[in-house]
């Protein structure tokens, strides 16, 4: 079993977009594509620092991002940036290219998103076999592949909210996955929120109004979901969306699923007003 961890020193592209920090935060919610964490590693801290240390800083102008998986375009808010990182891990022949947001007024909360992130990255690799140059197999000549990107960002008084979508390939899998991650975060309260504590559920009437709301926010009427459990969610300007990974709750084939629901029908579910 693959058990290195990431060198990051190994970088062979950084660039970072920055926007000017206007005002003071007081919950976040980061929502991205998602994959599950694993726990720490022994010296995750040190991959971290790695990637603040190495990055370089440039401003930019436009602020318009476009999200490569889905040709998307979203304006990326003001006092946030991107770093985004390249390279190739040789031991398990994978491409790694990690694009995360960055809110320039809250490093903790910062190094704490990028600690999850990495734990994400360690568990891809962790399951691979590492590369044996000796061995003429086909699947050693297919590199493996690991990315991030963010999808949306989203900033008001109140909340940040994260978008993020995380598609991997394994070189002797039969196609590649996407998947949607959150990371919510109440800086209030200096610790992360989930589906649970962001939204109040009371009854079983709640659960079936709030099912049916989401259910009609999506793109297709064959779509749904019989369950609340923990969904993936983030929030934009006028509503909130709720993400579901390829093959979650439908063929492989539909990709990505979002389903929105405009925030004033959520008002009664929501545990702080918006």
């Known amino acids: 079993m693959y058990q290195q961890q990431p060198n990051l020193n190994n970088t062979i592209g950084i660039a970072k977009f920055l926007q000017p920090a206007r005002y003071t935060t007081q919950l976040f919610v980061i929502c991205m594509l998602s994959f599950a964490c694993s726990s720490p590693s022994s010296n995750s801290s040190e991959v971290i620092d790695t990637i603040t240390n190495t990055a370089t800083r440039t401003e930019n102008l436009s602020s318009t991002i476009t999200t490569a998986y889905t040709g998307k375009k979203f304006v990326l808010p003001d006092g946030f940036i991107l770093d985004t990182i390249k390279r190739l891990d040789s031991t398990s022949n994978t491409e790694i290219k990690l694009t995360i947001p960055i809110y320039t007024a809250n490093q903790p909360l910062n190094t704490n998103f990028k600690e999850l992130i990495n734990q994400k990255l360690n568990k891809f690799l962790i399951g691979l076999t590492p590369a044996d140059p000796a061995d003429g197999n086909m699947q050693q000549a ?75 926010g999506m793109p297709s009427g064959e779509l749904g979901i019989e369950t609340l459990n923990s969904l993936d969610f983030n929030l934009e300007p006028d509503s909130i969306a709720f993400n579901f990974d390829q093959g979650e709750i439908s063929s492989t084939a539909n990709g990505l699923i979002k389903a929105k629901v405009a925030k004033q029908y959520l008002q009664r579910f929501l545990t702080q007003k918006q």
């Not at 995380?166 to 590649?176: E, K, L």
Request: proline fraction near 4%; include cysteine.
């Open 142 to 216: 297919i590199p493996n592949s690991f990315n991030i990107e963010p999808a949306y960002v989203y900033k008001n008084e109140q909340i940040i909210s994260y978008c993020l979508i995380i598609t991997s390939n394994r070189g002797d899998a039969v196609h590649p996955s996407a998947e949607y991650y959150s990371f919510n975060y109440d800086i209030n309260k200096n610790k992360s929120i989930n589906f649970a504590h962001y939204f109040t559920i009371g009854t079983k009437q709640d659960t079936l109004s709030l099912i049916d709301l989401i259910n009609k």
